[in-house]
Structures are given as C-alpha cells and as structure tokens.
C-alpha cells in the first residue's frame, strides 16, 4: 500500500495542468500594454499611465493583490474595475475615461479599457499572481498627446508679468466707423 501511495501522487502531479508564465509589459512612451502567454504574443492594449507630476513607476514587478471592484479612497472614490495592484497603490485597472486612453491622464496608475482590464484580469486570475511579471518601460510620450492649452499664456510665458496685460491693438471699426484712435486696452 505505500507504493501505492507515492504512484498515485505522481500520476495526480503529471494529470495537473502547469501553469502558464504570463509576462505584461507597459511601454509608457507609446502607450500601450502587451501581454504574452508562455512567451507567444496574446493581446496590445492602449493604456493611459500617470500625467506629468504622478509617474507611473518603472520596474519589474509581480501583483499584490487583485480587486474585481474597487474604489479609489484617495482620488474621490473614482471607480477602479479589474485592479492588479503591483506597487503599493498602483494598479492596472478598468477606466471609464476610455476617451482619455492613449496619453498621460492618470495619477500614476496603468489606465486600460473596462472590458480589457476584465479580459488581463481573468487571465492573471486563472494562471495565477505568481506566474505573472509586470514590466513598465519607457518615458513621458511625445507632446501630441499632451492635452492643449487653454486660455491665453500669463508670466514668463508671455514676457509680461502676470499681472500686466500684454498691449492691446486697435479694436476693429463697427458698422463703416473708423476704430478708435486713442484705444489703449484695459
């Protein structure tokens, strides 16, 4: 009976599924995620990382935890679908913002579509935390994704103090009427 014993464990071992190697890579300079599955190519996502002044951090790292819902308690209870927690608070979760995918928009946190942080979630839940890296590469994209300016620039940007309207030129004649020639702007 006790040769038995250690057969049984070893046909049970060798009938058990191994586990797949799941490897997610963040390039931060363009923006996307791909996922890979035993090294074969599985998904490309777009992703949004963190804004300039809350950087998504650069590394190697394996999740700590994995939250089907969560929400955010420090950025006013913002919804986080999907959360893979790799680095104390970030996290690769869902984002409702899908217009905002594709540049810098989060406070350092790895941004997916909601159905695809469900489709990388399912897949780091069933192959297991342990057997899945999380790589996040790369720079601040390039400017075409930084969001454009609003208003007219102040200080520096415009060589007058930022209390000091720059000159203002002649208003434009109303109705045939010549402007007006003693205009100095407010």
């Given at each position: 009976?006790?040769?038995?014993?250690?057969?049984?464990?070893?046909?049970?071992?060798?009938?058990?599924?191994?586990?797949?190697?799941?490897?997610?890579?963040?390039?931060?300079?363009?923006?996307?995620?791909?996922?890979?599955?035993?090294?074969?190519?599985?998904?490309?996502?777009?992703?949004?990382?963190?804004?300039?002044?809350?950087?998504?951090?650069?590394g190697t790292?394996?999740?700590?935890?994995?939250?089907?819902?969560?929400?955010?308690?420090?950025?006013?209870?913002?919804?986080?679908?999907?959360?893979?927690?790799?680095?104390?608070?970030?996290?690769?979760?869902?984002?409702?913002?899908?217009?905002?995918?594709?540049?810098?928009?989060?406070?350092?946190?790895?941004?997916?579509?909601?159905?695809?942080?469900?489709?990388?979630?399912?897949?780091?839940?069933?192959?297991?935390?342990?057997?899945?890296t999380i790589?996040?590469?790369?720079?601040?994209?390039?400017?075409?994704?930084?969001?454009?300016?609003?208003?007219?620039?102040?200080?520096?940007?415009?060589?007058?103090?930022?209390?000091?309207?720059?000159?203002?030129?002649?208003?434009?004649?109303?109705?045939?009427?010549?402007?007006?020639?003693?205009?100095?702007?407010?």
């Amino acid at each position: 009976m006790r040769r038995l014993v250690p057969c049984f464990v070893v046909l049970l071992i060798g009938t058990m599924p191994a586990a797949a190697k799941v490897v997610v890579t963040i390039d931060k300079s363009t923006q996307h995620m791909s996922v890979s599955v035993d090294g074969t190519p599985r998904y490309t996502f777009t992703v949004s990382t963190g804004r300039a002044g809350y950087g998504t951090p650069n590394g190697t790292y394996h999740p700590q935890r994995l939250a089907r819902t969560w929400f955010s308690k420090k950025y006013y209870n913002s919804p986080m679908p999907h959360s893979i927690f790799f680095h104390g608070g970030y996290a690769i979760h869902g984002s409702y913002e899908i217009s905002r995918l594709g540049g810098p928009a989060s406070h350092g946190c790895v941004r997916l579509h909601p159905s695809n942080a469900a489709t990388l979630y399912a897949l780091v839940q069933r192959e297991g935390a342990g057997n899945t890296t999380i790589v996040v590469t790369g720079g601040s994209p390039a400017s075409r994704h930084a969001a454009p300016r609003r208003g007219r620039p102040r200080g520096e940007e415009t060589g007058y103090p930022s209390y000091q309207q720059p000159p203002a030129s002649y208003p434009p004649s109303y109705y045939g009427q010549p402007g007006y020639p003693n205009w100095r702007g407010w």
